[in-house]
């Protein structure tokens, strides 16, 4: 069995940083993408940005230049470094690996921005 384990959100002013970790643990051989969704109230889960296994990047137009997303193979880690946060970057943000054709979620952890 795959857990997915996030940390690092918090309540931060615009303009500040944060930097969101998600670890998986159990049963892994090898994880394919990794990424970062978010869901704020009243609004869609979107992407955010995801990395594949080879650092290839995504990244949604709303956080282009300001988001950079890593990965630690050996740890099973994937990082979201998020500079510049806005008040409109306030979400609950997900991790989700790819892992032998299955997809798995983390709990979520609440970024919020104030203005």
């Known amino acids: 069995q795959v857990q997915l384990v996030e940390s690092g959100g918090g309540l931060v002013q615009a303009g500040g940083s944060l930097r969101l970790s998600c670890t998986a643990s159990?049963?892994?051989?090898?994880?394919?993408?990794m990424g970062w969704y978010r869901q704020a109230p009243g609004k869609q889960r979107e992407l955010v940005a995801r990395i594949s296994r080879g650092g290839s990047t995504n990244y949604a137009d709303s956080v282009k230049g300001r988001f950079t997303i890593s990965r630690d193979n050996a740890k099973d880690t994937v990082y979201l470094q998020m500079n510049s946060l806005k008040p409109e970057d306030t979400a609950v943000y997900y991790c989700?690996?790819?892992?032998?054709?299955?997809?798995?979620w983390g709990q979520g952890t609440q970024v919020t921005v104030s203005s």
């Open positions: 159990g049963s892994i051989f090898s994880i394919n993408v």
């Open positions: 989700n690996f790819g892992i032998m054709g299955n997809n798995y």
